[in-house]
């Protein structure tokens, strides 16, 4: 549960660090599946959205696992993305991102989809799970803290410091909930190994999804879903259905 110091993180600061939240076992499961996935796909992973220069990228994780089924209705998850959004949310995307080893290129400032708060308040809300060492060398997340509540997006392609930037750092296993309003951007990684992450973004019911679950999910996978997962995907949402089936794979700056 979340208690009164974690709320008040989210609301001024933007976001949520929670260390240790994913045990050593499930670690180890997430990362062999993620390198299984990269070795199958070849050059088509990540297809299901958008390329990006210097890394390496898995999209429609939902299908492609039942341990990511299990990450995107965790309840203590969950309980954040709802004090952020409100009670009416959904994933809209689960994906793997991997900055390359010796890769100089940094992601520009961004919010999530473009999303700027609207009169009924936030409606994205973005978790990073660390499957490594998040440092500053090799390519952590870089975040402006309390820009959330700013209502108005960075200037385009931004790759430079800005004032009150702070890097969110930590050991493998830290999930950070973040309110992705506002800034933030992958960093460059100048070491020689690759830093790997998820990412379970959710919005608000009233948007769509950013990848349409209920097109890309298999018969199979949606058969074995529990109640509170099919929901969290929208599955039985005539109004998503309407939304999301001509989505165009919004993202805050990828082309």
Not at 54 to 61: C, I, P, S, Y
Not at 126 to 152: K, Q, Y
Not at 197 to 204: C, I, M, V
Not at 216 to 221: A, H, I, V
């Amino acid at each position: 549960m979340l208690v009164p110091t974690q709320k008040r993180q989210l609301d001024e600061l933007g976001y949520l660090v929670l260390p240790g939240f994913v045990p050593p076992p499930l670690l180890a499961d997430l990362r062999e599946r993620v390198e299984t996935l990269w070795e199958l796909e070849g050059d088509e992973a990540g297809s299901e959205f958008r390329p990006e220069p210097g890394t390496r990228r898995l999209a429609n994780l939902v299908d492609k696992g039942a341990v990511f089924a299990e990450l995107v209705a965790m309840p203590e998850i969950l309980e954040c993305i709802e004090y952020v959004i409100g009670p009416n949310y959904k994933l809209s995307s689960l994906n793997a991102r991997s900055a390359n080893p010796h890769n100089a290129e940094s992601q520009p400032l961004h919010v999530d989809a473009g999303a700027v708060a609207d009169e009924s308040g936030y409606w994205v809300c973005n978790t990073i799970w660390m499957l490594d060492d998040f440092t500053a060398e090799n390519g952590a997340t870089r975040i402006v803290p309390r820009s959330h509540a700013w209502r108005r997006l960075p200037d385009p392609g931004v790759t430079d410091s800005v004032p009150g930037e702070e890097l969110v750092t930590g050991d493998a296993g830290t999930v950070v909930v973040m309110n992705t309003h506002m800034w933030h951007g992958g960093t460059a990684n100048r070491t020689d190994r690759c830093r790997r992450a998820l990412h379970g973004f959710y919005t608000r019911n009233d948007k769509p999804q950013q990848q349409y679950q209920k097109a890309l999910l298999r018969p199979k996978t949606m058969a074995a879903l529990t109640p509170l997962q099919r929901r969290v995907l929208a599955l039985d949402d005539a109004e998503n259905d309407r939304l999301s089936s001509e989505t165009t794979r919004m993202s805050g700056f990828l082309k």
